[in-house]
């Protein structure tokens, strides 16, 4: 597994950033499966599933953009939605990263109307094939998603509880985080 983490990286750095010395995106290649070295050092052992699809995921997101080529986003959205308990967040990235792109993106094509109207209708496109190819993946996981491990109901537990999180947790994660 760290050696296809290395090895999508790799194909990333290929596509999307080809003035990159091979040297150096080596190196590059090696720290990234290093990483998911160091998750394993914690025994998170899911997560270079995640690791290994994501770079492909990221020059997918790249050619659909630069060169609205859908094919290689839409496999690797479908391998992303496979893990979904682990890749929800590149999911919902991905889907602020394409709103961002569409308001913020102005230029114009030669019929004059928006380059992001294009965009936006690759990715609902690349975005529905890869549900298809996935949908008995994450039906599974958002049927099972209402009960907690420990056997409390979501809803329940979501209705008793404040909106609010406790200051002990909230200002270390704005720290850690936030601030950076």
């Keep these: ?14 596509i999307a950033c080809k003035k990159l010395h091979p040297s150096l995106a080596a190196a590059l290649s090696l720290m990234y499966s290093f990483c998911a070295y160091g998750l394993m050092y914690y025994q ?14 990221f020059a997918g997101v790249y050619l659909l953009v630069k060169e609205g080529k859908i094919a ?3 496999i690797s959205l479908a391998f992303v939605m496979q893990n979904f308990a682990f890749c929800f967040m590149t999911v919902l ?57 420990r056997g ?3 809803e329940e537990t979501l209705a008793a509880e404040t909106f609010f999180t406790s200051k002990n947790t909230l200002y270390p994660l704005l720290m850690s985080s936030a601030f950076i």
């Design 1 to 14: 597994k760290f050696a296809t983490c290395s090895i999508t990286a790799m194909v990333f750095f290929k």
């Design 44 to 57: 998170i052992i899911n997560w270079p599933d995640t690791m290994y699809v994501t770079p492909l995921f």
């Design 72 to 74: 290689l986003y839409a």
């Design 93 to 149: 990235a991905t889907i602020l990263f394409f709103g961002y792109y569409c308001i913020a993106n102005k230029s114009k094509t030669e019929n004059g109307k928006p380059e992001s109207n294009k965009v936006a209708l690759n990715f609902a496109i690349g975005s529905a094939f890869a549900a298809l190819l996935c949908t008995f993946k994450w039906i599974a996981f958002f049927s099972s998603f209402g009960a907690s491990a």
């Design 152 to 154: 409390v109901n979501l």
